[in-house]
Nanobody, 123 residues
């Protein structure tokens, strides 16, 4: 089992920056991919960014070039740096981990989830 806990988030004006962190505990050696998802009210959950154990990254089209995912395997922490934020980036952001050796961009295959943290971007 893997436990995930997000931190960071908050409120910012459009064009600003925020950083999220996700700490993993439990059977962390089993984690292959880590990712960030988001879900806004009334919308489906969206894969934002993912990173493999070897630091290969994947991004959703809507955040490409603005968000950066990184990972510290030694500390089992994943980060999401969010730049040039837009009001449409407002959502609950969730950290996820995949222990089942699927491709990191296989957004539907993540099997462990954090509780989420809110990001609000005002115009």
């Amino acid at each position: 089992q893997v436990q995930l806990a997000e931190s960071g988030g908050g409120s910012v004006q459009a064009g600003g920056t925020l950083s999220l962190s996700c700490g993993a505990s439990g059977d962390t050696d089993s984690i292959d991919c880590m990712a960030w998802f988001r879900q806004a009210p009334g919308k489906e959950r969206e894969g934002v960014a993912a990173i493999s154990r070897g630091s290969i990254t994947y991004y959703g089209d809507s955040v490409q070039g603005r968000f950066t995912i990184s990972r510290d395997n030694a500390k089992t922490i994943a980060y999401l740096q969010m730049n040039r934020l837009k009001p449409e980036d407002s959502a609950s952001y969730y950290c996820a981990a995949n222990t089942r050796r699927f491709a990191c961009s296989a957004w539907s295959k993540y099997n462990f989830w954090g509780q989420g943290t809110q990001v609000t971007v005002s115009s």
